[in-house]
């Protein structure tokens, strides 16, 4: 089914219409683990925000690690924000938890875009002159690569008129079409939006924003308590791709591409905040030891295996053993390696 919707073409095929009905169907259960699960989703939430913040941000080239984040947002002192990457890992947590706490407040409109970018760059002192307003100079989509090299993604909007109607164009779209299933509808409004790049700099990170800001307006209250922006940074390489993929095509790009990614991208997440509820259920078979080391690590993510061992007083080779069994049964994730490894809960 090959349908033009706003600017694009999207084809609803079965495999995709059977992602969204599974998303959907996702509901009942979340209204159940949300009477539930009060205590247990705090935590979800703080640890899916350090986890978002981290991930979104070095998507566009930071090179703080979640617990360096964590770290940070624990003792911001916003007076002495002088690294680039903490300023811009401060605006992009003020933003998220703006949406996170008022996002029925925040109405689509120009002026709350503006907004929003002007918040997320506040500490950016590179960013200063050009915050809360659309670009001045064109400026086109690059991705950082590993080696520290850039490469070219896709061309944008032009600035000036053309992406002024652009913005008006795709804010009006969105009020007016009452027609399209919301998902499509977040997908391609964080699509479009990325693609017309109207701002001269933070427009990635915005977008996944965006993203979250929709997905929440539209019922979906769940994407709070985990990260979509991590799923998006393990699959980077497949994001470019995907992004270069369909804007190769514009104008009137057909963004089935796209449409299968985010929702992949959404299921993933879905099922692993399900997961982290089957697990909590299993949890009271586990013995006492390991139910410490569980509730030590969800109070403490980034934790270290001696810092676990110190405070627990528990034998290290024990820790270790534990961790490893954990790690097996998906209950934690090790990130790094030797004496920089850390773990988080799944």
Not at 133 to 152: C, I, M, W
Request: glycine fraction near 6%; include cysteine; aromatic fraction near 8%.
């Amino acid at each position: 089914m090959d349908e033009h919707v706003h600017t694009v073409r999207v084809t609803l095929g079965w495999a995709l219409l059977g992602i969204v009905s599974k998303l959907d169907r996702f509901d009942a259960s979340w209204s159940a683990i949300e009477r539930r699960e009060g205590q247990t989703l705090k935590q979800l939430k703080a640890i899916a925000t350090v986890r978002s913040v981290g991930a979104s941000t070095r998507i566009e080239g930071s090179r703080m690690s979640d617990e360096e984040v964590d770290v940070l947002l624990r003792n911001t002192d916003i007076s002495k924000l002088e690294d680039r990457d903490a300023q811009e890992v401060v605006g992009y947590f003020q933003v998220l938890d703006l949406i996170s706490e008022s996002y029925a407040d925040i109405d689509i409109t120009e002026n709350s875009l503006k907004g929003l970018h002007n918040q997320l760059l506040r500490f950016s002192d590179k960013d200063h002159w050009h915050r809360g307003n659309y670009k001045q100079h064109s400026n086109a989509v690059e991705a950082s690569l590993p080696d520290g090299t850039r490469q070219l993604i896709f061309q944008t909007t032009e600035p000036g008129f053309a992406t002024d109607d652009a913005m008006r164009e795709l804010v009006a779209w969105y009020h007016y079409d009452h027609a399209t299933h919301p998902l499509v509808k977040c997908a391609l409004f964080a699509y479009d939006f990325v693609s017309i790049h109207p701002f001269q700099d933070g427009n990635g990170r915005l977008s996944r924003l965006l993203a979250t800001l929709l997905l929440l307006r539209h019922g979906y209250v769940w994407i709070q308590y985990v990260s979509l922006e991590h799923e998006i940074e393990s699959r980077k390489t497949e994001y470019y791709r995907v992004l270069q993929q369909c804007q190769s095509q514009r104008p009137g790009e057909n963004i089935s591409t796209w449409l299968a990614f985010f929702f992949d991208a959404l299921l993933n997440v879905q099922q692993q905040l399900l997961h982290k509820f089957t697990a909590s259920e299993t949890e009271t078979q586990r013995s006492p030891r390991e139910k410490a080391v569980l509730a030590f690590i969800r109070n403490h993510p980034g934790c270290q295996s001696g810092q676990i061992a110190d405070k627990l007083a528990i034998p290290a080779p024990t820790v270790k053993r534990i961790l490893a069994e954990l790690a097996v049964n998906k209950l934690v994730e090790k990130q790094g390696s030797g004496r920089a490894t850390v773990y988080y809960l799944v």
